[in-house]
């Protein structure tokens, strides 16, 4: 039993006990299926008009909703909390889904590497084991599932739940045409190349260095690299330079070698170890956004554009005073950074920074953010082409997004 397994436990739901309960961290809702429904005998539902969308769009009929007492836990310690369910008619290998509302509400910490899960139970810590026997039988089930059912079905391993609902007659085809001309129109958003971006305005933002006083400058001595490495480093640093985004410099007090990574493909990439400059550097502590709130955040939404910043990292400059702190050695001589490079310590806060006042109005409303990647969100399909329209925030200060 590995521990990519399912989180698959048991529960006592309307006093019976429950098998083929998956603890699933990704859902924002409780779910319960139909067929376990009625063997509970479950018979007096709330309506709930509309259905339940994944986070990729497929169509979950509901049958209403229930809140029913379920126990959690086992003879060394259970608590018992009442679970509000959204009841689902679909094929499904599991009976019960448990999400994040009723973890947050048992206050669960969920391990997937230890395959369990632990909460309070009174000033005791009560643990629940997975079910290692059921845990497989349920994915080997889901397998199956999902090949017998040809795309009617939902492969639930996969699948998130988010119980805001929405009238079909919202998912309407966003006519090709419209969508063309809204790109179009605002064309000058995309980079398709180093060459096509102007950068971040430094008066708007730019990447500056905290360098503890008490740090020495540390001057790395040059590693050797053989001949495959060095033809690369060559070829980089030359489009380094002709996208001005380094330049030679004499003298520096601190000094990087370069590290070569091989990529999935076979090739390399260049990177700079920034190892003593990032432990002379504290750390920001500017905050960077939950991805289980950024899942929510566009979940059960009609449309999502879905874009990358073209090199983000590489449109910010670095501040004029700490362009040579970033040096780093070749055969080809020595050079800095003028744009600010993926290695440093706080690259990230300083990206994230940036995102957050470029669209700080529409952060929530139409846009999800997490450091250079982007989701543009509308909640109806018509509307899309206005949403998309908020890219002109981004001309301001000239951020160039990938095509």
């Known amino acids: 039993m590995g521990c ?13 006990k429950t098998e083929r309960v ?26 709930c008009e509309g259905a339940l969308y994944g986070f990729t769009g497929e169509r979950v009929p509901i049958k209403g909703m229930v809140e029913l007492e379920t126990t959690f836990g086992d003879r060394n310690g259970t ?19 448990i999400g994040r509302p009723t973890l947050n509400k048992l206050e669960a910490i969920v391990s997937a590497h230890h395959l369990c899960m632990k909460f309070p139970v009174g000033r005791a810590v009560t643990t629940v084991w997975v079910d290692a026997i059921v845990a497989k039988r349920c994915y080997e089930d889901s397998l199956r599932v999902e090949s017998t059912t040809k795309g009617s079905g939902v492969n639930v391993l996969d699948f998130d739940l988010d119980p805001r609902y929405f009238s079909t007659e919202e998912r309407l085809h966003l006519e090709e045409d419209q969508l063309v001309q809204t790109l179009r129109r605002n064309a000058d958003v995309f980079a398709w190349s180093a060459k096509d971006m102007p950068g971040i305005d430094p008066n708007f933002m730019c990447h500056r260095l905290s360098v503890g006083s008490d740090s020495k400058p540390v001057a790395q001595k040059k590693r050797k690299q053989g001949e ?32 070569m990574v091989k990529k ?12 003593d ?24 939404y009609a449309l999502l ?5 073209y090199s983000g990292y590489n449109q910010i400059r670095m501040h004029p005073s700490d362009e040579e702190k970033t040096a780093f050695i070749t055969e080809e001589g020595a050079f800095c950074y003028k744009v600010m490079p993926f290695s440093l310590k706080n690259a990230g806060a300083t990206y994230q920074r940036l995102m ?10 139409d846009i999800e953010v997490y450091v250079d990647d982007m989701v543009m969100k509308s909640e109806k399909t018509n509307r899309h082409c206005e949403t998309l329209e908020r890219l002109q925030d981004i001309k301001r200060p000239s951020t160039k997004v990938e095509p």
């Open 228 to 259: 495959e490495k060095q033809a690369t480093v060559r070829e980089e640093v030359r489009k380094l330079k002709s996208t001005g985004f380094v330049r030679e410099v004499q003298y520096p007090t601190w000094l990087a070698n370069v590290v």
């Open 4 to 16: 990519d397994e399912p989180m698959v436990i048991s529960v006592v739901a309307k006093e019976y």
């Open 264 to 275: 999935a493909n076979g090739q390399w990439r260049m990177c700079t170890d920034y190892t």
């Open 79 to 97: 608590r018992t909390i009442p679970v509000l369910y959204t009841i689902v008619d679909t094929v499904a290998s599991y009976n019960i889904i």
């Open 356 to 365: 957050d006042k470029i669209f700080k109005k529409i952060i929530g409303v």
């Open 22 to 47: 998956l603890v699933d961290q990704g859902s924002s809702a409780n779910i319960l299926y139909w067929t376990i429904a009625k063997r509970l005998g479950i018979q007096n539902l709330t309506k």
């Open 305 to 309: 554009s879905f874009m990358d910043a």
């Open 277 to 300: 400059l990032n432990k002379a550097c504290p750390k920001d502590p500017y905050p960077l956004p939950s991805i289980d709130r950024l899942v929510d955040g566009v979940s059960g």
